[in-house]
Structure formats: structure tokens, C-alpha cells
């Protein structure tokens, strides 16, 4: 059995090929040379001692010269070895990991860099099992610059959805963005991937297949022709397109509506990005429930990974109103015990997040004023997202989940470049107003069995590919609805996401949870995290 990867974002999709006599690769990242190569040069390395980490920054391999993007100055950088760049991630690490005192301390001159920052982590586990930080991971400097400056990757505006990474494979389109490559091709929800490059995406089982496939599912640049052979499900019908990937806009409040009902007008609306741009568009949305006067929200958060945090605090304020948030904290970082009351990377006091009841531009919020939500949550509800479910439960808002496990990231960081390389390591938790932030294995539904995770009300569905998005009879909106009606009363049955035994899907550095039966998909890391700037 061989595995084959594939970076998107921060995320790496693991798909696995069941090829007889293929081992993996890679070296022993506990060998003294991290992987294969003879040891570095001595470090002085005494275990427990530490320097500033600003006595090894910018001190590399490869000094860079010309112009830093990010500040505007010249890039102050000398000569230096791997050992100096790795003990400045073992400074900065002991200095702002949240979990410092858990790391094993290691003679940075006996590892490869990449080795090196692998090691700087805990080796705790969730309640679950699961690795209490799987949310370690690096990105090209001149790459972060970039996703961070235009908020975009190179795509067609599918956002698949990989049902099952093992043979017989299952990918299907969850969802598309207007005006787009996906758009333009009329991919509907629900299709099936069949054929990528001609190559079969369902059975496929060689190592050179999968890259292929994989290849065109992600590219990794724009202006990528690709042939891609979809399925309807229902029909059973196939038909070919051919999309050219392209920088897509995002376009994260897709849909909202309302819904009548015997006990009241219930309002919908998909949220799947906290990007500046949402803001508007979550206002005008909400401006228009409220004057609708819906008697509820079914908030669908299921492909929303995350994002800016403001962004989730006045999504959270304009639920509930002020009544309930007036003077309230909607999210409190906490940092190590080195940092209880200043933030050591800005250096300013740590004071909570409010509910923010007014938008960037300083308009007042509308409001729902309502004392519950229903939450429609998938794998890939993560951080940002979660804090909006954390920071109502905070103040004795009623969160009722439709779905499955969420990814369980009350976690967030600061980016760090150092020589080419930007670094993310878990610095903060973010709790909510009762003290609350807990919940590295998710948020579960009441009914399910997710070790380790925190409970709600609420039903286990399985994400439903049969409907579209906003339709009432899909599968969770329609479960939503139907517990709402009974009030509690009525499941349908769990839908065995996340039960042990499912087939593996890994992708560490954003947490997915849940079982690849629910579906999972990738997302860039500026929509996988806390963003703390404010728009």
C-alpha cells in the first residue's frame, strides 16, 4: 500500500493505491540526521538553555536579497547553517508554542530543517486518540505573500468533496462559485468524478495514475487545461467537459432564504468563507431576515473552514443581539503561561474580543434577536467557524448541530518568516465568555459517539449530495426543519460518520475530522484559521 499526497493550501490529501510490492518513502525523522544526511554542524546545544530567538533569526542557508514585500525594507539576512535556522524555530518555539513545555528539547544540529520543525510539537493526544496538534505546518514565503495579497488560488470554483479516497473512489462536486471555470462548465452539485486526463479517478491504482488525477483536480497554476468526464448519480448519464483553471473569486454567501412553516417563517443561509468581502454580503442578508421576521436561522457552516475572527463575531452578534452580548466577550485568547496578560507578538495587553455590533466601516448590525440557532456543520467546520458555535454558547445562546463532528481547532497562531520559510505553530486558545474553549476533538452531535467530543443538541446526518444546497429537502436543512418541528423529539437515524473502521483520509495541518463518508475538502490556510486583524 502506498499513499500519495498532494499539497493544496496547507492541507495535505492523502489518497491511498493499493499497489503490491510499493513501500513509501522518506527518511526516519528520528534519525540523527533527520532523514538521511550526515549530522550538522556542532550547535552548542545545551538541553533546557535557550537564546532569544532573535539572536538566530535571519541567519540562513540562503540569505535573500532586494526588497521584503512584507515590510518594504531590504531583507536583513546574512550567511549561516541549517543549525542556525533551526535553532531560531527552537527559541521562538520555546518562547510561544502554547504546548512548550511538552516538546522533547533536541540538538538542532543532528536534524534537516524540515525534520526539525517536525519534532517541535507535542506528542499528546486528544481524548479521541487523535494528535492533540495537527495543525503544524510550513508554506513558501514568496507563496504565503502572495495567498495572503490576493486571497485567491489558482482552481475552476468546484469545491470537490472526497467521499472515499480508496478504491472505488467517490468525488463529487459539493459546491461552485458563480462566474467561474466550474460555472461556465455547468457542474451541478453532486456529480461524480469519473474520468480526469483520462484517467480513471474511481479505480485507479498506481502511483502515476493518482498523481495524474490529482494533478487536475488541484492545479497549481492558472491557465491548466484539464478533461474531466463527470456523472450524474440520479441518471446514471456522462458527459465530458473541459476546464481551464483560473484565479476564482469567492463568492461566500451564496445562498439565503426563508422557509415557511406552521410555527413560523424559518430563515437558511450558506456561509462558506470569513472573508472581508462576506461582510457586506452577511449584513444585507441578515438585514433582510430580520425584516422578514423569521422565528429562526438555520446558519450552514458545513464547508466553512475558517477565517477572519471579527468576521465570526458579528456573524454571533447579529444572531443573538444585543441583549445577551452587551459587555460581553465573545472570544479571549489564551497564550502559554509565559504570556498570561500580554500578547508577546504584538506586544499589546490581552484584552477579550467583544461581540462586535457594528461593521468595519463603523455601520450598526442588524439583528435577529433570536436565543437559538441550528448550526449545519461538516468536517470542515473549523476555527473561525467554531468560535461563532463557542462564543454563543458563552452566553447562553442554544446551538442546535445538524451534521457531523466538527474539526475541533479552538487553536490559532501568528505567521513567522524566517529564510524563505513561514511557520505556523499553535500559539493561542481561544475560550469564550464562560471560560470555555475545550473542544480539540470537536463539537457532536448528542446522538453520535465521537470519543472526546463536545456535545450539543442536534442530529448526526451525513452530508447529502442528492439536493441542492438550500433546497428544504436536503438532507440536513430537511433534518434541521424536522427537529425544529418536534422540537427535539425527531433524528433520523445517526449517520455512522466518524464510526472506527472508516477508511482513512488525513489532512494534518487543518484537522479534518469525521469519516471520509461525510465528505471532505480542501481550502487554502488564510480560510482554514483564526485571522485576528481586524477587516
Not at 510539537?121 to 507563496?143: C, E, L, M, N
Not at 444585543?322 to 479571549?332: H, I, S, Y
Not at 472508516?502 to 482554514?528: C, E, H, N
Request: aromatic share 8%.
Amino acid at each position: 500500500m502506498v499513499t500519495i499526497h498532494k499539497a493544496v493550501g496547507c492541507a495535505v490529501l492523502v489518497f491511498a493505491a493499493a499497489v503490491a510490492g510499493c513501500g513509501g518513502g522518506g527518511g526516519d525523522a528520528s534519525s540523527a540526521s533527520g532523514g538521511g544526511g550526515p549530522p550538522l554542524a556542532g550547535s552548542g546545544w545545551v538541553a533546557g538553555s535557550f537564546l532569544p530567538a532573535s539572536s538566530f533569526a535571519g541567519k540562513c542557508v540562503n540569505p535573500r536579497t532586494g526588497t521584503n514585500p512584507q515590510t518594504g525594507q531590504p531583507y536583513n539576512e546574512t550567511r549561516g547553517t541549517a543549525t542556525d535556522e533551526n535553532n531560531f524555530l527552537r527559541s521562538w518555539s520555546n518562547d510561544l508554542y502554547l504546548w512548550y513545555n511538552e516538546v522533547l528539547d533536541r540538538d538542532p544540529s543532528q536534524y534537516t530543517t524540515p525534520a526539525y520543525f517536525d519534532l517541535l510539537v507535542t506528542p499528546a493526544k486528544t481524548a479521541s486518540g487523535a494528535d492533540k496538534d495537527r495543525f503544524h505546518f510550513t508554506y513558501a514565503t514568496a507563496d504565503w505573500v502572495v495567498l495572503q495579497q490576493s486571497g485567491t488560488e489558482a482552481g475552476y470554483g468546484a469545491t470537490w468533496s472526497v467521499v472515499a479516497n480508496l478504491p472505488p473512489r467517490r468525488i463529487v462536486v459539493a459546491y461552485t462559485q458563480p462566474n467561474s471555470p466550474a460555472a461556465t462548465a455547468s457542474l451541478q452539485r453532486g456529480e461524480e468524478v469519473v474520468l480526469i486526463d483520462g484517467v480513471d479517478v474511481v479505480n485507479s491504482n498506481t502511483q502515476a495514475q493518482v498523481d495524474t488525477f490529482v494533478a487536475g483536480l488541484y492545479p497549481d497554476q492558472v491557465n491548466e487545461s484539464h478533461e474531466f468526464r463527470l456523472r450524474n448519480p440520479a441518471t446514471g448519464a456522462q458527459r465530458t467537459v473541459t476546464m481551464v483553471s483560473a484565479n476564482v473569486t469567492i463568492d461566500p454567501v451564496q445562498y439565503e432564504r426563508t422557509i415557511s412553516t406552521p410555527t413560523g417563517l424559518v430563515g437558511y443561509m450558506h456561509f462558506t468563507d470569513h472573508l472581508p468581502i462576506a461582510e457586506q454580503q452577511l449584513i444585507e442578508a441578515f438585514s433582510s431576515l430580520a425584516q422578514q421576521g423569521v422565528a429562526d436561522l438555520v446558519l450552514d457552516l458545513r464547508y466553512n473552514g475558517g477565517g477572519l475572527l471579527a468576521i465570526a463575531s458579528e456573524v454571533a452578534y447579529m444572531i443573538a443581539g444585543n441583549v445577551p452580548t452587551a459587555g460581553r466577550t465573545f472570544e479571549q485568547l489564551q497564550f502559554s503561561d509565559k504570556h498570561r496578560s500580554v500578547n508577546p507578538v504584538t506586544g499589546a495587553p490581552l484584552t477579550p474580543m467583544p461581540f462586535l455590533n457594528s461593521s468595519s466601516t463603523g455601520q450598526p448590525l442588524p439583528t435577529l434577536n433570536l436565543s437559538r440557532v441550528f448550526v449545519l456543520t461538516g468536517s470542515m467546520t473549523c476555527s473561525a467557524s467554531e468560535s461563532i458555535i463557542n462564543g454563543l454558547r458563552g452566553v447562553n445562546i442554544q446551538v442546535i448541530q445538524i451534521g457531523s463532528k466538527t474539526c475541533g481547532k479552538p487553536y490559532g497562531f501568528y505567521p513567522e518568516d524566517n529564510c524563505g520559510t513561514t511557520y505556523f505553530t499553535i500559539q493561542f486558545q481561544g475560550v469564550n465568555a464562560a471560560g470555555f474553549g475545550s473542544y480539540g476533538d470537536g463539537f457532536t452531535p448528542q446522538n453520535t459517539t465521537a470519543a472526546g467530543a463536545e456535545r450539543l443538541p442536534g442530529c448526526s446526518v451525513r452530508d447529502d449530495f442528492t439536493r441542492p444546497l438550500s433546497d428544504p429537502l436536503e438532507g440536513r436543512l430537511a433534518a434541521a426543519l424536522e427537529y425544529r418541528r418536534t422540537q427535539g423529539l425527531t433524528c433520523p437515524a445517526p449517520s455512522g460518520v466518524g464510526a472506527p473502521g472508516s477508511p482513512s483520509f488525513t489532512k494534518p495541518f487543518i484537522g479534518i475530522g469525521g469519516a471520509p463518508t461525510d465528505g471532505v475538502v480542501a481550502k487554502p490556510p488564510f480560510l482554514t484559521n483564526r485571522i485576528l486583524e481586524r477587516l
